[in-house]
């Protein structure tokens, strides 16, 4: 059983605790960043420069960037991104990045050059004084098999080792050509299928032994409720999509998780 509420810039009340962490909490996902929208990536780099601050913590839950080709792209987007976020682990924002669906190559290489912790799959850390499980969201989507089959293939080490050791033009042209084909078999699912397995969720919830989790991938942003088995209630948060003129983070504050609207004004 579930309920959800729409994602608006309000809080979301948190259970008392002691797990406190020093200073705030920034949390976005599927940000998508592409050198052909360039708005979305200026608020991207106003975001990182005037929000996080000394002692903050930014979790950056998947799809950072609408792909990413290996550690060692030299491209205009790969540039930026690495010098916006090595500026602000530089003036002590702590930086903590998962792998999602379009940019599952991120390594350690940009890790170093960004001065962030590649996160695996599964974490979890106190959140507005909650053990909070962080995903980027797309093992929850169980009923797409297909796209879960793909998943492990892209995944596997050797599928990756195979693709660097091709040209940075070579696996430009495999990317686009991915993202080509992706959204035409995307455009062809319902929507219901891409969405989570309320029943994975569950599962995924008793398994980290939590009952807050936040997420991304699936673009569906809202505050969704599930009666756990043994009759606690777990918060579910979905973060949204980043667009040039829809940006929202979700700050912990220590309490509770705000909604903030992220603007170059």
């Given at each position: 059983m579930k309920s959800s509420t729409p994602l608006s810039p309000t809080s979301c009340p948190a259970q008392s605790g002691s797990l406190i962490i020093p200073g705030r909490q920034w949390f976005v996902s599927d940000l998508h960043l592409s050198i052909e929208r360039p708005a979305t990536l200026e608020l991207f780099e106003h975001f990182v420069a005037e929000h996080p601050q000394t002692d903050d913590r930014l979790f950056i839950l998947g799809d950072l960037f609408d792909a990413w080709i290996g550690d060692d792209d030299d491209a205009e987007l790969a540039m930026r991104v690495r010098k916006a976020l090595r500026t602000a682990s530089e003036r002590g924002v702590r930086i903590f990045i998962q792998r999602g669906n379009r940019d599952f190559m991120m390594g350690k290489r940009l890790m170093r050059a960004c001065g962030a912790m590649l996160l695996p799959?599964?974490?979890?850390?106190?959140?507005?004084?909650?053990?909070?499980?962080?995903?980027?969201?797309?093992?929850?989507?169980?009923?797409?098999?297909?796209?879960?089959?793909?998943?492990?293939?892209?995944?596997?080490?050797?599928?990756?080792?195979?693709?660097?050791?091709k040209s940075l033009e070579e696996r430009r042209r495999i990317a686009a050509d991915?993202?080509?084909?992706?959204?035409?078999?995307?455009?062809?699912?319902?929507?219901?299928?891409?969405?989570?397995?309320?029943?994975?969720?569950?599962?995924?919830?008793?398994?980290?032994?939590?009952?807050?989790?936040?997420?991304?991938?699936?673009?569906?942003?809202?505050?969704?409720?599930?009666?756990?088995?043994?009759?606690?209630?777990?918060?579910?948060?979905?973060?949204?999509?980043?667009?040039?003129?829809?940006?929202?983070?979700?700050?912990?504050?220590?309490?509770?998780?705000?909604?903030?609207?992220?603007?170059?004004?």
């Open positions: 799959d599964h974490f979890v850390t106190p959140v507005a004084g909650r053990p909070t499980l962080l995903m980027h969201g797309d093992l929850l989507c169980t009923d797409d098999v297909d796209y879960q089959k793909a998943r492990r293939r892209f995944r596997n080490p050797l599928f990756q080792w195979l693709m660097l050791l991915y993202r080509k084909r992706s959204g035409e078999i995307t455009a062809k699912k319902s929507a219901e299928i891409m969405d989570v397995n309320a029943d994975t969720v569950i599962r995924t919830l008793r398994h980290h032994r939590v009952d807050q989790l936040i997420h991304g991938h699936t673009h569906r942003p809202a505050e969704h409720q599930h009666a756990l088995p043994d009759g606690r209630t777990a918060l579910r948060l979905v973060l949204p999509e980043w667009h040039e003129n829809a940006v929202v983070a979700w700050q912990d504050d220590g309490k509770k998780l705000n909604a903030i609207n992220v603007t170059l004004s």
